[in-house]
């Protein structure tokens, strides 16, 4: 009997799985927005970009019509942030990464990567 539930169950996740995986979105594009807070708001992510074109990510939350793509206030984080302050001022294409589930606590999404495009 219990072979039997524990296979029910077994069919059972893999028929809903695939509704509840996350979809991760790629964009390219020029870096149109920069946002820096300081560290007193008591945010753990207090920095985020918007990417021209990147406007909408499944269920990311928007703000004034951009994507903000967020990043945490670590060193990661920090090293994203040059990443795309040294895009912006050399006006270079980059591409970004999010994925809708990966969220902070008010649905922006947080930035997965980063990467100079070619």
Do not use: E
Not at 12 to 18: F, K, N, R, S, T
């Amino acid at each position: 009997m219990k072979s039997k539930l524990k296979g029910l169950v077994f069919i059972a996740a893999i028929l809903v799985a695939p509704s509840t995986w996350a979809t991760q979105f790629l964009a390219t594009g020029t870096v149109s927005f920069l946002r820096i807070f300081d560290a007193s708001y008591g945010y753990n992510v207090v920095n985020w970009i918007a990417v021209s074109g990147f406007t909408s990510a499944g269920s990311c939350a928007t703000v004034g019509g951009r994507l903000p793509l967020m990043m945490k206030d670590d060193v990661r984080g920090q090293q994203m942030l040059q990443l795309a302050q040294s895009a912006r001022i050399a006006n270079i294409a980059v591409t970004v990464s999010v994925d809708d589930t990966y969220k902070i606590s008010n649905g922006y999404c947080l930035i997965q990567h980063i990467s100079i495009a070619d």
